[in-house]
């Protein structure tokens, strides 16, 4: 980068309390970087031919991984942390049929989302894990560093819990 | 091996699961020994962000040691310390070649509009993070980074994300000499916006934020002005009017989907889901920079819609920059700036958490209890 140091004290302030000040100036950065940054190679029509690069080599797909149809291959390495499973893994199939510029794409994945929090209780139950939900929301720390929040946060919680509770005991 | 096991919107464990395995010839196993929690983890906590799956394991800001490599593996080796920039990149694609590390078209399957991102939800490629003892590490020729003699630890850990991000924020800007620049957020990410606002040669730097031990906090790192909304009937008014009626030269929205601020913002987009996140922070940026100035934006949001006057960007004549941070582009730089005292982002970590309580961790991050700026998990192996 252009050292403008020099340029810099035409503008009339002293910057010199702050360390480094101006160091990394460069007058040339205009807004249209990066698309101005084209690498070598890549000009004219060759911009649009779209996989001109040597792909890095393929993983192996050796799990089931949900691809955007906006590309038209797996990318040559992919995360394989918790493959779709269940019913939640159904939505998530399904949701990938839609582009990502759909709402059918997105709102199908957050209804996952809930139903595999609900499937991670029944797993946990399953497994003979009871999830100690208080030290999973950190309530150790909240009830450390801020005692009157989690208070309050509990009374509005079995107040809300109890008028529900009430309302449906009514209504039989 | 521990890892952060995600469980659910604001329910993480820190349980067993198994070793990673080398899956691609440039594959790594890096043993973790400092992670943090970053700020768009919290988006992740909250189930804001979709395909955020059960079981997964969050950190995209870690260093460690490597422990095994991948055949093709020849830039790292075992034993090396290293840095991992938060962003999966080939180093070959299209996007690579333009620096644009951050957007990476050979890391991510399941969405084409970001790269993939460690420990950032299915969205991001579906990689389990580094809040864990070990973690995969893909393309290890082309992230990880060897750490300096000497630097510490706690440097290079913020050197993954949180510097890069911040002063990418700052480039963005095209700040130019004795340009005012307002910074929504005193996060860790825009802290290091306010501070690097100056080596771009800023003349004034203003952040706006509603938690007042984060004020005091950036006001002394930063040297710069500082400002409680909570305290103002309309931030944009207020920018207006300290800036001659003018508007700021640039604006950096250095907060995201969290934003506080706006009840109707915060109902839709973090409440209901309507939105991608709260967006009151963007729609502060656009409303308060001047005429034809420049709204860099790196608070990150979610993949659908939010609620923005974008007739106001036509209107003004705005450009809009935003990018996730291209840490390998910037890196070179920024380690020189550490190691010669320009930046000092050690400063910034204010809790150091054994990962086995990650729970409490985010839960004193999301909340901001105890004063919390940036905090940091350290696995039993690097506890010494």
């Given at each position: 980068m252009?050292?403008?140091?020099?340029?810099?004290?035409?503008?009339?302030?002293?910057y010199s309390h702050i360390k480094g000040w101006g160091i990394d100036a460069d007058p040339k950065n205009d807004p249209t970087y990066p698309i101005r940054n084209r690498p070598d190679g890549f000009v004219g029509?060759?911009?649009?031919?779209?996989?001109?690069?040597?792909?890095?080599?393929?993983?192996?797909?050796?799990?089931?991984?949900?691809?955007?149809?906006?590309?038209?291959?797996?990318?040559a390495v992919f995360g394989t942390s918790t493959p779709p499973s269940g019913l939640s893994g159904a939505i998530r199939r399904y949701a990938f049929k839609y582009s990502e510029s759909e709402y059918g794409h997105w709102l199908p994945l957050l209804l996952a989302d809930r139903v595999n929090m609900v499937e991670g209780i029944i797993d946990d139950f399953k497994r003979g894990h009871v999830p100690n939900i208080f030290a999973e929301r950190g309530w150790k720390a909240e009830w450390k560093h801020d005692p009157q929040g989690l208070t309050k946060k509990v009374l509005i919680g079995a107040a809300v819990t109890a008028a529900v509770f009430v309302l449906l005991r009514r209504k039989k | 091996m521990l890892a952060m096991n995600y469980r659910?919107?604001?329910?993480?464990?820190?349980?067993?699961?198994?070793?990673?395995?080398?899956?691609?010839?440039?594959?790594?196993?890096?043993?973790?020994?400092?992670?943090?929690?970053?700020?768009?983890?919290?988006?992740?906590?909250?189930?804001?962000?979709?395909?955020?799956?059960?079981?997964?394991?969050?950190?995209?800001?870690?260093?460690?040691?490597?422990?095994?490599?991948?055949?093709?593996?020849?830039?790292?080796?075992?034993?090396?310390?290293?840095?991992?920039?938060?962003?999966?990149?080939?180093?070959?694609?299209?996007?690579?070649?333009?620096?644009?590390?951050?957007?990476?078209?050979?890391?991510?399957?399941?969405?084409?509009?970001?790269?993939?991102?460690?420990?950032?939800?299915?969205?991001?490629?579906?990689?389990?993070?580094?809040?864990?003892?070990?973690?995969?590490?893909?393309?290890?020729?082309?992230?990880?980074?060897?750490?300096?003699?000497?630097?510490?630890?706690?440097?290079?850990?913020?050197?993954?994300?949180?510097?890069?991000?911040?002063?990418?924020?700052?480039?963005?800007?095209?700040?130019?000499?004795?340009?005012?620049?307002?910074?929504?957020?005193?996060?860790?990410v825009g802290i290091m916006a306010a501070r690097c606002?100056?080596?771009f040669g800023a003349g004034r730097v203003i952040v706006l934020d509603q938690y007042e031990y984060r004020l005091e906090f950036v006001k002394n790192y930063a040297n710069c002005e500082v400002y409680n909304f909570k305290e103002m009937d309309d931030p944009v008014v207020f920018i207006k009017r300290i800036t001659d009626w003018m508007g700021a030269d640039v604006v950096i929205d250095a907060v995201g989907a969290e934003a506080a601020g706006s009840a109707l913002q915060t109902i839709t987009g973090r409440k209901t889901l309507l939105q991608a996140g709260s967006a009151t922070a963007l729609h502060w940026a656009i409303n308060s920079v001047k005429k034809g100035g420049i709204v860099s934006i790196v608070g990150v949001y979610g993949p659908t819609d939010n609620l923005v006057p974008i007739g106001n960007v036509v209107n003004k004549g705005l450009t809009l920059r935003a990018n996730q941070a291209s840490v390998k582009r910037l890196l070179p730089r920024l380690i020189e700036h550490v190691q010669n005292g320009v930046l000092n982002p050690k400063a910034l970590i204010t809790h150091r958490?054994?990962?086995?309580?990650?729970?409490?961790?985010?839960?004193?991050?999301?909340?901001?209890?105890?004063?919390?700026?940036?905090?940091?998990?350290?696995p039993p192996s690097a506890r010494f």
């Open positions: 252009e050292n403008t140091t020099n340029d810099l004290t035409a503008i009339g302030r002293d029509q060759d911009e649009q031919r779209g996989y001109t690069w040597e792909r890095p080599t393929q993983q192996p797909v050796d799990v089931e991984v949900l691809r955007s149809i906006e590309r038209p291959t797996v990318s | 659910g919107p604001q329910r993480v464990r820190v349980s067993h699961k198994p070793m990673p395995e080398i899956k691609h010839p440039e594959d790594a196993i890096v043993r973790v020994t400092r992670s943090c929690i970053c700020g768009s983890d919290l988006h992740l906590y909250n189930g804001n962000v979709p395909d955020t799956r059960v079981g997964m394991t969050f950190g995209h800001e870690f260093i460690g040691i490597v422990e095994e490599v991948g055949s093709d593996v020849h830039n790292v080796k075992v034993g090396d310390h290293v840095l991992v920039p938060f962003n999966i990149a080939c180093g070959k694609c299209h996007f690579c070649r333009q620096g644009l590390y951050g957007n990476c078209h050979e890391s991510n399957t399941q969405a084409t509009a970001v790269g993939g991102i460690f420990g950032y939800s299915h969205t991001a490629g579906g990689y389990d993070g580094g809040q864990a003892e070990y973690v995969r590490v893909p393309y290890a020729n082309v992230g990880p980074t060897v750490i300096p003699p000497g630097m510490d630890p706690d440097d290079a850990v913020m050197l993954t994300d949180v510097v890069p991000t911040g002063y990418q924020a700052a480039e963005m800007g095209g700040i130019q000499p004795g340009d005012t620049v307002v910074v929504f957020g005193a996060g860790p606002s100056w080596l958490v054994p990962l086995e309580e990650a729970a409490d961790a985010y839960r004193m991050f999301s909340s901001k209890l105890d004063n919390c700026i940036k905090p940091v998990l350290i």
